[in-house]
C-alpha cells in the first residue's frame, strides 16, 4: 500500500495536529542587525618603482564597516569578505589583491568564497553595540608579470549572526 495515495479519514486528525502546532510552536525573538559599509570604492595609485621594489602598493583608503543591533538581545555577528570576480582582469590574479583588518598586521589574499573578517558578540544597547572595524587593502606586484592597464575587481562583504 503506497503512504501517497493513502487518506486518513476523519476531521479529527487534521484538527489535532493543528492544535499540537498551535501549542508547541514558541514565537521567535527576531534577531535585527545592520551593516553600514563607507568608502566602498577603493582605488590605488599609479605603482612607482618604490612600489614595485616593495612588491605591492597600497590602496589610499579603507573601507570601514559597522554593525549595529537593531531589535532581540545577544547574538554572535560575523563579517566576512570574498571576491566577485574570478580575476582583476588580464592575467593577474584575483589573489594578488589582498586585504587585513585595521588592528592586525596580517595580510590575507582575497578569494572567490566568504574568509571571516571579525566575529563578536552582540548584547543590543549594551556589549559591542555597535560595534566597527576598518579593512585595507593592498596590490601585489610583479616586474615580470604586470602588463601595464587598469585592473578592476568587485567585493562583496557579508554579515552573518546566529543566536547563542
Same mark, same amino acid.
Given at each position: 500500500?503506497?503512504? !501517497? ?19 508547541? $510552536? ?27 621594489? &616593495?612588491?605591492? !602598493? ?22 566576512? *569578505?570574498?571576491?566577485?570576480? &574570478? ?22 589574499? *582575497?578569494?572567490? $568564497? ?6 563578536? *558578540?552582540? !548584547? ?9 572595524? $576598518? ?24 554579515? &552573518?549572526?546566529? !543566536?547563542?
Amino acid at each position: 500500500m503506497a503512504t !501517497v495515495g493513502r487518506k486518513i479519514s476523519g476531521g479529527s486528525t487534521s484538527a489535532a495536529l493543528l492544535l499540537a502546532m498551535a501549542l508547541f $510552536t514558541h514565537p521567535l525573538s527576531a534577531q535585527k542587525s545592520s551593516l553600514a559599509v563607507t568608502g566602498g570604492t577603493i582605488t590605488f595609485p599609479a605603482p612607482t618603482a618604490a612600489d614595485y621594489i &616593495a612588491g605591492f !602598493v597600497n590602496s589610499t583608503t579603507g573601507v570601514t564597516f559597522t554593525i549595529d543591533a537593531q531589535t532581540g538581545s545577544s547574538r554572535t555577528t560575523t563579517v566576512s *569578505i570574498r571576491s566577485t570576480s &574570478a580575476s582583476l582582469g588580464g592575467t593577474k590574479v584575483i589573489g594578488d589583491l589582498q586585504w587585513r583588518r585595521s588592528d592586525l598586521a596580517t595580510w590575507n589574499s *582575497i578569494t572567490l $568564497t566568504d574568509a571571516q573578517i571579525e566575529q563578536r *558578540i552582540v !548584547v543590543r544597547n549594551a556589549s559591542n553595540d555597535p560595534w566597527s572595524n $576598518t579593512i585595507f587593502f593592498r596590490m601585489i606586484l610583479n616586474w615580470t608579470t604586470d602588463a601595464p592597464g587598469t585592473y578592476s575587481a568587485s567585493y562583496q562583504i557579508t554579515l &552573518a549572526q546566529t !543566536v547563542p
